[in-house]
């Protein structure tokens, strides 16, 4: 077997990502480890994570803005697609993932690097979508998995860096595992790991509180043009500068917490809470302009394959060819989703109150109406009626005798 002489980390950090540093070179017989980070509007400072590598053996420790692409290329389509995991979850950080590991395959060829590696676990979902978007786009390059077969539980794992030179955590670390990206906050862990108890008011940090939200509703515009939110309150916005705003103007009104239990792809369930107030918002809103734009059967047709595309990315599959032919069909559904969705934000709820499509809805007032302005033809429903019944009332009537 050809021996690895560089490979490159995905690196947050964390214990685990700089333990894995020495462990490659170690155990693995490494040359060279280079690590890579990914600002992906988390807020982190980045530049002590990327002195920590080094510190920690790195041979190079690599830095990348990945922010813009993370909207355009990952959120914006998810928002198309009314992406949501088992009807509730968002998938805030599944989305990050393909993101990442794209970045990694490309470092790699350019470093001339024969493998990459991460800190994943061997029960969350992130191995799976790290391992299987890494082979999908470069099957040539090895995946090593330090975390997943050193077997050490985190005080061994914490004696094994310090033995290496690395300090152990100073301050008292929290039960929590947070996982954090602009699009929203993952967190398990400690006390949650018990479904009855409910979570304290200090692992939220994108909303509000209902208690502490405004007295007052507000009430916000959002506009799209072919399935993309372009502006808020008439105001057009960059993808990233939009998305930041709506993150304030939901979590500010307490909307956008979510207290789930997942079924991960390894086939156990997790307790999960998640802050996600701009995605969340955003998808609500793009649902109610598709209803005003899209045919009911595109609608309903629509409906089904939104939850296998959401399941695709949540099980790592979003570089494969069912997510590429989903995809074709959602973008041609976006075509004419065209308009504006008026929201109110009280008290942790997001109420839709308006929705308006000058040149796409298929809304028609005169059809719709009572008044005088009727337009439906009454007496065309008899003969509708009739035919459309007919199947029941054949089979009723052969049960008769």
């Not at 947050?12 to 462990?23: E, K, N």
């Not at 955590?169 to 699009?183: A, F, H, M, Q, T």
């Not at 998808?283 to 047709?301: N, Y």
């Not at 308009?339 to 942790?348: A, P, Q, T």
Request: charged share 25%.
């Amino acid at each position: 077997m050809m021996r690895i002489k560089k490979v490159v980390l995905a690196y947050s950090g964390g214990v685990d990502t700089s333990v894995c540093i020495p462990y490659l070179k170690k155990e693995y017989d490494i040359e060279q480890v280079v690590t890579f980070a990914a600002d992906l509007g988390q807020g982190d400072e980045l530049e002590p994570i990327r002195r920590k590598a080094l510190e920690a053996g790195a041979s190079h420790s690599l830095v990348d803005d990945l922010i813009k692409p993370f909207i355009e290329e990952f959120a914006f389509p998810a928002i198309r697609a009314n992406a949501l995991y088992e009807g509730r979850y968002p998938l805030s950080t599944a989305l990050a993932r393909p993101l990442i590991a794209r970045r990694l395959v490309e470092i790699a060829d350019e470093i001339g690097a024969e493998a990459v590696a991460h800190g994943c676990t061997g029960k969350g979902n992130d191995q799976v979508r790290f391992d299987v978007a890494i082979s999908a786009l470069a099957p040539h390059l090895k995946v090593l998995t330090p975390a997943r077969e050193w077997g050490m539980s985190r005080e061994e794992t914490i004696a094994y860096g310090e033995s290496c030179g690395i300090p152990a955590p100073v301050s008292k670390k929290s039960p929590y595992s947070i996982d954090l990206n602009l699009l929203g906050r993952s967190i398990e862990a400690g006390p949650l790991e018990d479904p009855m108890t409910a979570p304290s008011e200090e692992i939220f940090e994108m909303t509000s509180s209902i208690i502490d939200s405004p007295e007052d509703a507000e009430e916000i515009e959002i506009n799209f043009e072919r399935g993309n939110p372009v502006a808020i309150n008439g105001k057009a916005l960059d993808p990233v500068s939009l998305v930041r705003k709506v993150n304030q103007l939901g979590g500010k009104h307490g909307f956008g917490r979510l207290d789930i239990i997942e079924n991960r792809v390894v086939g156990i369930k997790s307790r999960e809470i998640y802050e996600s107030p701009g995605l969340l918002l955003l998808i609500k809103a793009h649902q109610e302009l598709e209803s005003l734009t899209l045919a009911a059967d595109v609608l309903r047709m629509k409906a089904q394959l939104e939850r296998h595309w959401a399941d695709l990315i949540y099980q790592g599959l979003w570089f494969s060819p069912l997510k590429d032919s989903l995809d074709a069909f959602i973008d041609k559904t976006q075509l004419y989703v065209n308009g504006v969705v008026r929201i109110r934000l009280h008290k942790g709820n997001a109420i839709i109150i308006g929705r308006d499509s000058i040149n796409s809805s298929l809304y028609l007032p005169n059809m719709a109406t009572y008044g005088k302005e009727d337009k439906f033809n009454h007496q065309a429903a008899e003969g509708f009626i009739y035919i459309w019944g007919m199947p029941s009332r054949i089979w009723a009537e052969k049960r008769k005798g």
